[in-house]
């Protein structure tokens, strides 16, 4: 069965300072790939996603990036974190888009960024 | 571009009750699919049920089910028999394959049930 992890659960960072979460997935092969940030309650907002190793689109203009260095691992980075940066990131995976398949994305149990 | 819109912040209901929760999207693609998750107070998101826009049939699984009405563009959920453990914030979720597979969320909706 498919699984996967992120890492770490929790992190509290000074503004200015480096950030990296990482994603991975366990048991499926070239899947998708997405990284969500949702303020406290609030909804999810995409920030990346990835159809393949190297491959990334950006949803919006910010401070953060990401990586795809192999198939089934996804990092977020920061090279200076701003307080706005707070939230809660989740990483998220789904097949590769093929006829017929169902489409629903699977997450992690997400990364709580406090940024001080 | 696509929507997706819970005008419900909060909904009450008591256990074992049945309740409704809304949801109202918006999209210029024929071939879609949506989908309701559930983030229980560990923030772990988990999908509840899924519906795709060619299938007239609504979904149904267990006590979830759904009201996929495609002209009016709504797409609510019923939860019967409700349970302690459905207390959550529950997200509408609208994506294409047009769209990347990429999902568009709602705000959500806070659930809580009443003992």
């Known amino acids: 069965s498919q699984t996967i992890h992120q890492w770490p659960a929790t992190l509290v960072q000074p503004v200015g300072s480096p950030l990296s979460l990482e994603c991975t997935v366990e048991?499926?092969?070239?899947?998708?790939l997405y990284w969500y940030r949702q303020a406290a309650g609030r909804g999810l907002q995409l920030l990346f996603y990835?159809?393949?190793?190297?491959?990334i689109s950006s949803e919006v203009p910010q401070n953060l990036s990401a990586s795809r260095p192999q198939d089934r691992q996804f990092i977020l980075s920061s090279k200076k974190l701003l307080l706005s940066d707070s939230g809660f990131y989740l990483c998220?995976?789904?097949?590769?888009?093929?006829?017929?398949?169902?489409?629903?994305?699977?997450f992690g149990p997400g990364t709580r960024l406090t940024v001080l | 571009a696509q929507t997706v819109t819970q005008s419900q912040p909060e909904m009450s209901v008591q256990e074992a009750e049945t309740v409704t929760l809304s949801c109202t999207y918006d999209?210029?693609?024929?071939?879609?699919?949506l989908f309701w998750y559930k983030q229980p107070p560990s923030r772990q998101m988990i999908l509840v049920i899924r519906?795709?826009?060619?299938?007239?049939q609504n979904a149904t699984e267990n006590r979830f089910s759904v009201n996929f009405q495609k002209a009016a563009k709504s797409f609510s959920l019923k939860i019967s028999d409700s349970q302690l453990g459905d207390a959550a914030m529950y997200f509408c979720?609208?994506?294409?394959?047009?769209?990347?597979?990429?999902?568009?969320f709602g705000a959500g909706t806070i659930l809580r049930v009443k003992s």
């Open positions: 998220a995976w789904s097949v590769a888009i093929t006829s017929g398949a169902h489409n629903e994305q699977f």
């Open positions: 048991g499926t092969s070239n899947p998708n």
């Open positions: 990835s159809v393949g190793i190297g491959q």
């Open positions: 999209t210029s693609e024929s071939d879609y699919y």
């Open positions: 519906q795709e826009a060619y299938k007239q």
């Open positions: 979720a609208l994506g294409c394959m047009e769209y990347g597979n990429k999902l568009v």
